[in-house]
């Protein structure tokens, strides 16, 4: 899914680790969920994180793809089922000035 990505000043490279379990979470404009290619529900959402957190433990990281244009009342609960299921490392992606967009 593309998505204009916010920009940010500063920030850190993300792990390249492949052994790291990971979660990419897409939040397009309308506020709509996608996870794996498939349009989900925040309960859906929920459900699926807790059990990934299940079978992968404290090491899942969710990375969060947002639309710059979507407002935090919308990523709010995103991060509320991270955290309801135990999830912590929670990134977001974004733009560093010069990689464009």
Same mark, same amino acid.
């Given at each position: 899914?593309?998505?204009?990505?916010?920009?940010?000043?500063?920030?850190?490279?993300? $792990?390249?680790? @492949?052994?790291?379990? /990971?979660?990419?979470?897409? +939040?397009?404009?309308?506020?709509?969920?996608? *996870?794996?290619?498939?349009?989900?529900?925040?309960?859906?959402?929920?459900?699926?994180?807790?059990?990934?957190?299940?079978?992968?433990? $404290?090491?899942? @990281?969710?990375?969060? /793809?947002?639309?710059?244009? +979507?407002?935090?009342?919308?990523?709010?609960? *995103?991060?509320?089922?991270?955290?309801?299921?135990?999830?912590?490392?929670?990134?977001?992606?974004?733009?560093?000035?010069?990689?464009?967009?």
């Amino acid at each position: 899914m593309e998505l204009p990505l916010p920009h940010a000043a500063s920030g850190s490279q993300p $792990d390249q680790d @492949e052994q790291q379990p /990971r979660l990419i979470v897409n +939040v397009a404009g309308d506020g709509q969920l996608q *996870l794996a290619g498939r349009l989900v529900t925040i309960q859906q959402l929920q459900e699926r994180l807790l059990t990934r957190r299940q079978i992968s433990g $404290d090491d899942l @990281e969710v990375r969060i /793809r947002s639309d710059r244009s +979507v407002l935090y009342s919308r990523i709010n609960p *995103l991060m509320q089922a991270c955290a309801k299921a135990g999830i912590w490392n929670v990134t977001f992606a974004v733009y560093q000035p010069g990689e464009g967009n």
